[in-house]
């Protein structure tokens, strides 16, 4: 069975703070996706990476494809990053599905 | 561009009544993906499909159908409605190993 795991479930910072999120999943993967919904309801993508790291503004997701896991930091975190933050790997055990992580909700206080 | 576009965005139906979620992107995607989301919790794979022609079920497909007769359309048919497919449905597309995109989502409400 394909499984997705994020931690948390549930992060509250202070406005300024670094945030980790981590995502951990279970078989081979080609890519991942890490993306933000806002308390509006819309979905909005943030990263899709294979390897390494990618850096947007104060975003960086790292992945580590041997070792199954990715994490997405916010730095100088900001109350407008409240939202939760959702994983999303791809190609599990060769399928071509995109399954979704349960989710970080995120609240940043100014 | 306009995106992903999903309609409608907003559904009451009754038990028992038929509707079709309509989902389109003008990108030239052949991956398109249908989800449902329940209050509070993450999104469900319902059907997805890697091109015109061919569809896949997810995690979730029971009482749902789809068809993809065109790259850019991808509807999800709901036959005899029933409380539990309460919930907001999001459609997107990507082409393999990139972005993704999402419509701004539809929320049905089956009463």
């Known amino acids: 069975k394909n499984e997705v795991e994020q931690s948390p479930q549930n992060l509250t910072a202070q406005e300024g703070e670094f945030i980790t999120i981590n995502c951990s999943y279970s078989?081979?993967?080609?890519?991942l996706h890490w993306l933000q919904q806002h308390p509006g309801g819309g979905i909005v993508s943030l990263f899709m990476?294979?390897?390494g790291k990618k850096k947007h503004g104060r975003l960086i997701a790292t992945i580590n494809i041997q070792e199954k896991h990715s994490s997405l930091h916010i730095t100088a975190s900001h109350p407008r990053d409240s939202a939760v933050y959702i994983c999303?790997?791809?190609?599990?055990?060769?399928?071509?599905?995109?399954?979704f992580g349960k989710g970080t909700k995120l609240t940043v206080n100014p | 561009n306009a995106g992903v576009t999903q309609t409608p965005k907003f559904r009451i139906l009754k038990i028992g009544q038929s509707m079709t979620l309509q989902c389109t992107q003008d990108?030239?995607?052949?991956?398109m993906y249908w989800y449902r989301q329940d209050p509070g919790m993450g999104l469900k794979l319902i059907y997805y499909?890697?091109?015109?022609?061919?569809?896949d079920k997810g995690e979730v497909p029971n009482g749902y159908n789809v068809s993809r007769s065109t790259t850019e359309d991808f509807p999800l048919r709901l036959e005899l409605a029933a409380p539990s497919q309460t919930s907001v449905y999001f459609c997107?597309?990507?082409?393999?190993?990139?972005?993704?995109?999402f419509g701004q989502g539809t929320r049905l409400t089956v009463v």
């Open positions: 997107a597309s990507s082409f393999w190993n990139a972005e993704a995109f």
């Open positions: 078989v081979g993967i080609s890519a």
């Open positions: 990476l294979s390897s």
């Open positions: 999303a790997p791809l190609g599990q055990g060769g399928s071509e599905k995109l399954v």
């Open positions: 990108m030239n995607h052949n991956y």
């Open positions: 499909s890697v091109g015109a022609g061919i569809t």
